[in-house]
């Protein structure tokens, strides 16, 4: 387990990958920020998920690092040969329309050059490892509408549930 200020969080286990080369983590906002490819990654993930009309994205360190410290924002990295290749980041809270824990993926990125082999799906396994061990009864994620996310979700057996729909208010 993991200490933070409020709770106790499970440490996710090593859990085997498609690529042995790959390595899946757990990783702290310090962690992530701090690897020489981070800035890199954020940059690619932002070109490829922009939402017209919402600004660029803005990572805020101090925000992912005081939702960890609260024991309900977790992320996790993907690492072939020891280099970042992607990231998932997950907030866990109870839904007060539900009364239950439910996961929300954040962020999820895996570079072009790793989408095949296996670390994407390895990331997103992950995550269903530690949302279940926190107790959450299932886990969201939002896809760019028409893109490779949402045509790869329902071959990992997730049923397409919502419309996300954005207006700008500017």
Not at 98 to 114: I, M, P
Request: charged share 20%; hydrophobic share 45%; glycine share 8%.
């Amino acid at each position: 387990m993991i200490r933070t200020l409020l709770c106790e969080v499970p440490v996710l286990p090593q859990p085997a990958t498609r690529l042995p080369s790959c390595v899946i983590k757990q990783v702290t906002a310090d962690e992530l920020s701090g690897d020489p490819k981070f800035i890199g990654l954020i940059e690619e993930y932002a070109d490829e998920s922009a939402i017209a009309g919402m600004p660029r994205p803005d990572y805020q360190l101090g925000m992912y690092k005081h939702m960890e410290m609260l024991g309900h924002f977790h992320m996790i990295g993907a690492y072939v040969d020891e280099e970042l290749v992607g990231f998932l980041t997950m907030v866990d809270t109870v839904l007060p329309h539900y009364g239950k824990r439910v996961a929300t993926v954040e962020s999820y990125f895996l570079t072009q050059a790793h989408r095949k082999g296996g670390p994407g799906l390895d990331l997103l396994r992950a995550a269903e490892w530690l949302a279940k061990a926190l107790g959450a009864v299932g886990i969201l994620v939002s896809a760019p509408h028409g893109g490779k996310l949402a045509r790869v979700m329902p071959r990992a057996k997730y049923k397409h549930t919502n419309e996300v729909f954005f207006k700008e208010l500017a």
